[in-house]
């Protein structure tokens, strides 16, 4: 069974970091495109980071080299390390993946599979 698992959200202050991770199963975190979205209630849900197969990384615009997506083969993770953390970060972060596809998509639809998502609270 395919199936991702978020872990590593949490509150902390602006300006501080977090890592979050997130457990792959039944496929490998470098058979496919993976990343992270994040949603706002009552707002769109946008992307955040992408890697593709190859390893290829992408970011979105608000990130402004404060985010680190990587992954670990060896553990079958997917990670995003948040660093300078604003109040406007404050979101539901999901880890995502294509269906065996090498390439990302900034498209929310592109993607099979989902975690349940964990919360992140950043406060002034």
């Known amino acids: 069974q395919k199936q991702l698992t978020e872990s590593g959200g949490g509150s902390v202050q602006a300006g501080g970091s977090l890592r979050l991770s997130c457990k792959v199963s039944g496929f490998s975190v470098d058979s496919t495109c993976m990343g992270w979205f994040r949603q706002v209630p009552g707002k769109e849900r946008e992307g955040v980071a992408f890697m593709s197969k190859l390893g290829i990384i992408d970011y979105e615009d608000f990130v402004q080299g404060r985010f680190t997506i990587s992954r670990e083969i060896t553990e079958n993770t997917l990670y995003l390390q948040m660093n300078a953390l604003k109040p406007g970060d404050t979101a539901i972060y999901s880890c995502?993946?294509?269906?065996?596809?090498?390439?990302?998509?900034?498209?929310?639809?592109?993607?099979?599979?989902w975690g349940q998502g964990t919360q992140v609270t950043v406060s002034s």
């Open positions: 995502v993946a294509r269906d065996h596809r090498a390439g990302c998509s900034i498209q929310e639809t592109a993607y099979t599979y």
